[in-house]
């Protein structure tokens, strides 16, 4: 059992022997053939690298080929002329790389050596110059003949140029993009089958499309007409218009859409053609409204100042530089009986005005192109003939640079007011000179009539003195009453004489001192004994006449006097003031006058007592005198006891 | 104090006022020599006579034909006779009469009074002042 067990290993052993001796001469046939095959596919491979090679150096791009550490072993002429560096620099790329990017060469680096190549690796480098650049690489791992990573080699491409112009192009499409959104025309941009480009915000704005211009790209169009026509006014007439556009494909710049809700749009259409072929078309909308409501009220008040200007009463003239009428209203053809037709172009100053006005008119338009406006009155014949006189007022006219361009004048006549004026400064005139006659007229009247008396007067002496022992006692008397009529007589002439005088001399206004005045009146009244004169210490200054002040005070103060039945008469002379006035008051405790009489007394003539002094006179002066300073006078008085007569003065 | 007799040349045109000159200066008894001229023309027409001149004129304001004032502007224009002391006399109070004659150069402004008495009182102080003054002689 054993043996044959034996047997059979031995057997079995052989067999193993003989199959691995087979095997193993297999083997070496085969590691033969392959260490052949390996030799020839290393030559291959060596040669390809050799031809690689020189394909590397001769290329455009920049080749590289570096240790696994970076260091730079191997690289071509377009390298040395990106980098700056040659290899006997002995440069690392690792040191070239921009500080920023160090995180991303190491995540390069991984790609690079776990999968063998890294393809499209963007970083940017400082090159030996110390410009930054941004490359692009394509890089493989380079393995030895064991197949160990030993290197790795890669183009790079300089692709800074090619990314600035990226970006400014994709900045410029941003910036356009973000212009026609913000746009503040609406815009549409469709293509040849209608369908939209691109559109904007505003767009949307004004046709109340509820979606952004971007969802709308991409949209037709073909019966978006159809589909908003409920917006405007006259919506068959948009669809139409809309369709004959698209139709047609030609330029209609300004189309006026107005929309129920009162908007008013513009629109252009635009159609796109490329080299001569149609490519679409741009719908321009822009919102009027304002622009045409401003147009529209600046034509009402344009309008309502030409129906004022053709209306108006007030002569209206335009001229140029040269004095050529350009326009007149209305009132203008009336005023100088010309039509417009008659003066259009003609110099207005020829035809219009007398020879003195015209030069006057010179001056003022010269005066007028210094930029001053002025008014002026000028004599003017009518196409008629009659002499008028106009009221000038004139201004400049500029355009629009504010340069003059002639002027505008407004005429208004004023040949009634200026006749008018005429009359009254001729009346004035004959007023005045009649007035003095008057004066004079008074001077020779009292002259001529005091003469006779005093020729009565010696008579009636003579008389008296021839007939001294002849006459009786009673004729006597008589004779006496001829003297006191005759005194009475020249009073009243002179009182006359006196009154017409107040306010017919134009005396000058002084400075009148009252305690001055007063004191006069009291030596020249020769006051009675049983009369005080009681007269305030601190009479003021006053403006006035000298001469009518003391008569104005006289005569009060004599009538006081003179009417005075007590047994001890007083005659206060006071005053008080206010800011304007000063109110002066002459009191006596004399007989009274009654409230009836208290405004007849200061009319002329009237004198309540048949005193004989008294000429009724003396207050007709006093009212007079106080009328002529602007002030008043009244009086209180209680009959028997007294009368207190008060006037102003202006301060 | 002895007072010169006087020529007095009177020009008035109202006879009554003649007569109160006259009486006046017979009441005053002065021996004064009193001409009489109606008027102005009859006043030079005298006054031509350079050998016989009056002393003194006494003139009335409002006269026909040559007024007061003209008399007394045609007397200063006269080479001689504007040498003459002339007085006016007259009713008139009128200022505007009374700057016209000062301006003309009167040598006086008598204003008559009501009262002949009056009257005399004031011919007296004038014959007196006139009659002490020292006059040029023609």
Not at chain 2, 27 to 44: D, P, R, S, T
Not at chain 2, 51 to 79: A, Q
Not at chain 2, 88 to 100: E, G, V, Y
Request: charged letters at 30%; proline letters at 2%; one cysteine or more.
């Amino acid at each position: 059992m054993y043996e044959r067990a034996l047997a059979r290993e031995k057997a079995a052993r052989k067999e193993a022997e003989r199959i691995l001796e087979e095997k193993s001469l297999e083997l070496y046939h085969k590691s033969e053939e392959l260490r052949v095959s390996n030799s020839k596919l290393e030559d291959i491979v060596k040669e390809r690298t050799s031809e690689l090679e020189g394909v590397f150096e001769n290329i455009v791009d920049a080749y590289v080929v570096m240790e696994l550490s970076g260091n730079v072993i191997k690289m071509n002429d377009a390298a040395i002329t990106l980098l700056g560096y040659t290899l006997e620099d002995n440069f690392n790329l690792l040191d070239i790389v921009h500080p920023d990017e160090n995180d991303k060469v190491v995540e390069g680096f991984e790609v690079l050596t776990t999968k063998g190549a890294i393809t499209d690796f963007q970083i940017k480098i400082i090159v030996s110059s110390g410009s930054i650049k941004l490359v692009h690489i394509n890089a493989s791992i380079v393995f030895n003949d064991e197949g160990k990573p030993i290197a790795a080699q890669g183009i790079v491409r300089d692709i800074t140029q090619d990314k600035a112009a990226e970006q400014r192009l994709i900045d410029s499409e941003n910036r356009l993009s973000a212009l026609i959104l913000n746009l503040e025309s609406g815009i549409l941009l469709e293509d040849e089958h209608r369908n939209i480009v691109i559109t904007n915000n505003r767009f949307c704005d004004f046709f109340n499309i509820p979606s952004s211009p971007e969802q709308l790209i991409g949209v037709n169009c073909e019966h978006a007409a159809e589909d908003s026509k409920d917006l405007f006014k006259d919506p068959e007439e948009f669809v139409s218009r809309i369709n004959t556009l698209t139709r047609k494909k030609e330029q209609a710049l300004s189309d006026e859409l107005k929309l129920v809700d009162g908007r008013i749009l513009e629109r252009d259409f635009i159609p796109i053609y490329e080299e001569g072929i149609y490519k679409g078309h741009l719908w321009t909308y822009r919102d009027v409204t304002l622009r045409r409501k401003f147009r529209e009220s600046i034509e009402a008040e344009r309008q309502k100042y030409s129906d004022i200007i053709a209306n108006m009463n007030l002569g209206l003239i335009e001229v140029n530089l040269d004095d050529e009428v350009l326009m007149i209203n209305n009132s203008f053809e009336l005023l100088s009986g010309y039509t417009e037709e008659e003066l259009l172009g003609k110099k207005a100053k020829e035809i219009l005005l007398t020879p003195a006005s015209q030069k006057q008119l010179t001056q003022e338009n010269n005066d007028r192109l210094s930029g001053a406006s002025n008014s002026y009155e000028v004599q003017a014949i009518t196409k008629s003939g009659e002499l008028k006189h106009w009221l000038i007022s004139g201004a400049p006219n500029y355009n629009l640079n504010g340069k003059v361009i002639g002027s505008i004048g407004i005429h208004l006549d004023i040949t009634e007011l200026k006749s008018l004026e005429i009359q009254k400064e001729n009346l004035l005139k004959k007023l005045e000179k009649s007035n003095d006659e008057l004066q004079e007229y008074a001077h020779v009247v009292s002259h001529d009539l005091k003469s006779p008396l005093r020729s009565i007067n010696a008579l009636v002496n003579w008389i008296k003195d021839d007939n001294e022992d002849v006459f009786t006692k009673e004729t006597k008397s008589h004779l006496e009453m001829i003297d006191t009529t005759l005194e009475k007589m020249e009073q009243l002439i002179s009182d006359v004489l006196e009154y017409s005088s107040v306010g017919s001399e134009n005396a000058p206004r002084e400075k009148v001192n009252l305690q001055e005045v007063l004191a006069d009146i009291e030596t020249l009244l020769h006051c009675p004994e049983h009369i005080t004169l009681n007269i305030h210490p601190d009479l003021p200054t006053v403006n006035g006449d000298k001469v009518k002040l003391q008569q104005l005070f006289q005569n009060l103060m004599s009538n006081a006097i003179r009417y005075c039945d007590k047994e001890k008469g007083l005659i206060e002379v006071g005053f008080t003031e206010n800011k304007t006035h000063y109110t002066f008051t002459v009191k006596d405790n004399g007989i009274g006058i009654p409230k009836e009489y208290h405004d007849k007394i200061f009319k002329i003539f009237q004198s309540l007592n048949n005193h004989k002094d008294s000429t009724g006179i003396g207050l007709s002066i006093v009212k007079k005198i106080v009328d002529l300073y602007k002030g008043s006078i009244w009086l209180e008085s209680i009959v028997g006891e007294g009368t207190t007569f008060f006037f102003t003065l202006q301060k | 104090m002895g007072t010169r007799k006087l020529r007095i040349l009177l020009v008035e045109d109202d006879a009554i006022e003649v007569m109160k000159l006259k009486r006046a200066i017979a009441k005053l008894e002065m021996n004064h020599e009193l001409i009489e001229a109606k008027n102005g023309e009859e006043a030079l027409e005298i006054l031509k006579d350079h050998s016989v001149l009056p002393d003194v004129l006494f003139l009335d304001l409002n006269m026909p034909k040559i007024n007061g004032i003209e008399f007394l502007k045609i007397l200063k224009k006269d080479e001689i006779l504007r040498f003459l002391p002339t007085v006016m006399l007259t009713t008139s109070s009128n200022r505007k009469d009374i700057l016209a004659c000062y301006d003309t150069g009167v040598a006086g402004y008598i204003i008559k009074p009501l009262k002949y008495d009056h009257y005399v009182e004031k011919i007296k102080s004038a014959l007196e002042y006139w009659s002490m003054n020292e006059l040029i002689k023609a």
